[in-house]
Structure formats: C-alpha cells, structure tokens
Nanobody
Framework: QIQLVESGGGLVQPGGSVRPSCTAS????????MRWFRQAPGKQRELVAI???????NYVDSVKGRFTISRDNAKNTVYLQMNSLKPEDTAIYYCNADGKITRWRAFDSWGQGTQVTVSS
C-alpha cells in the first residue's frame, strides 16, 4: 500500500506564497506521474498541475505563471510552489501519484489533502 502525506498548507494573505509538499511512502518500485488537484467548497475537484517522470509539466490555465510543480525523486516528494495567491485559490489541495509497486503491479494513490486559505 502506497501512502501520500501532504503538508505545508495554511492561511496566506492575497499576493502571498505557500509551498505544500507531498511525500509518498511504502513499497515503491517507480513513480510515474505526480499531480496536484484542488477542491473548493461547492465545486468539483480540478487538476491543477502535473509532472511526469521525465519532469514535463502542465498546468490549468488559471494558475499558469503563478504556480510551479516540481519533484524530488530521491525523496519521493512533489512540491507545489504557489505565488501571487488569490482568494479564488482557496481550496483543499490533494496530491495524487501513479506508478508501480512491482514491475507488474500498478498503484494510483491519493493524499488526505491540505487546506490553503487565501484571505486578508
């Protein structure tokens, strides 16, 4: 079983920055894609950013130029640097990762979420 644990959320003023992280643990053979999703109250969960195993990245339009996803493969950790935050970025941020437990067995796991609140 692969576990993902997020940390680093919190209360931030508009225009501020925060950098949540997410670390995977367990019997991991390989991690392929790592993603950040978010879900605001009353809204559907949306994909915010993705980073592939070769470090290709992609972002939802609303965060391009403000958010940066990165990963540290040695630590099985993904980060989301969030700058120029806006109140509409307020949400629970979830990480997701897929990969292999063994050469033949895949996994697709989610973290428990970390709250990011942007407010003055």
């Amino acid at each position: 079983q692969i576990q993902l644990v997020e940390s680093g959320g919190g209360l931030v003023q508009p225009g501020g920055s925060v950098r949540p992280s997410c670390t995977a643990s367990g019997s991991i053979f390989r991690i392929n894609n790592m993603r950040w999703f978010r879900q605001a109250p009353g809204k559907q969960r949306e994909l915010v950013a993705i980073i592939t195993s070769d470090d290709s990245t992609n972002y939802v339009d609303s965060v391009k130029g403000r958010f940066t996803i990165s990963r540290d493969n040695a630590k099985n950790t993904v980060y989301l640097q969030m700058n120029s935050l806006k109140p509409e970025d307020t949400a629970i941020y979830y990480c997701n990762a897929d990969g292999k437990i063994t050469r033949w067995r895949a996994f697709d796991s989610w973290g428990q979420g970390t709250q990011v609140t942007v407010s003055s």
